[in-house]
């Protein structure tokens, strides 16, 4: 309906500005998608299924930078997962196996490519920091509450983003005083480091095919690697 045709316009349009991943636009598989995530934005969609179908088949890795923190989450907790479930399944069907797609419904298929989220610095708890504020004998009352939050969050945090945490604004000084935006950093050298949240985001960024990062503070994935 007008929703593909949006989608393939989009898709059109950079194959007009020569977008080295446009040729790889499946129409049959954008239109799986419209048909099972209404939802999707038909401009996001034309630009992920053929990032994702480059990254996928030639193994290398895609960055993919947003204008904003929000976009960025929306496409990683979101749009991604979505697309990544359809061309799993897709794929299992264009291989024409009645019997193995009908196992594939039963259970999750395997995604045929991976995503990471990198954010800047400063939205990732730095572990050694924040046990050496807990320490510090001159908190405030907006400290101490901020300090107690983070206590109650780490048992149940993976990724140690401080969008996970309901902080007030009087709070934000102190989590400037945890996050990971910090100049000193040791890196390696640090006692913290396996368990640092940073450097997993990283890691897992470098080992993935998309990588979904913001520009709203210059949060490029090349600079995100100091």
């Given amino acids: 309906g007008v929703y593909i ?3 393939m316009a989009q898709v059109d349009l950079l194959k007009e500005k020569g977008h080295p991943y446009s040729e790889l636009a499946n129409e049959s598989l954008i239109e799986a998608v419209a048909s099972l995530n209404p939802w999707m934005h038909p401009k996001g969609v034309a630009y992920l299924v053929p990032a994702a179908m480059f990254a996928a088949q030639r193994g ?5 930078s947003t204008n904003t923190i929000n976009l960025q989450d929306q496409l990683f907790f979101k749009d991604i997962p979505a697309l990544q479930d359809i061309m799993a399944k897709h794929e ?3 291989k024409g196996d009645p019997e193995e797609a009908s196992i594939v419904g039963r259970r999750a298929a395997e995604p045929p490519f991976t995503a990471a989220l990198l954010k800047g610095r400063g939205n990732y708890l730095c572990l050694h920091r924040y046990k050496q504020l807990r320490r510090d004998t001159r908190l405030t009352s907006e400290d101490i509450r901020a300090l107690l939050k983070v206590q109650l969050w780490l048992p149940t945090t993976e990724t140690g983003d401080k969008a996970e945490l309901p902080f007030q604004e009087r709070e934000g000084a102190a989590w400037g005083r945890m996050s990971a935006a910090f100049d000193m950093c ?4 640090c006692p913290d480091f396996n ?3 940073f450097f997993k985001a990283r890691r897992a960024a470098e080992a993935a095919h998309l990588v979904v990062v913001n520009h709203e503070k210059g949060c490029l994935f090349r600079d995100a690697r100091r």
């Fill in 5 to 7: 045709a949006t989608m």
């Fill in 195 to 197: 368990d640092c949240y």
């Fill in 60 to 64: 290398e890795r895609v960055v993919i």
């Fill in 92 to 94: 299992q069907s264009a």
């Fill in 186 to 189: 040791t890196g390696p050298r």
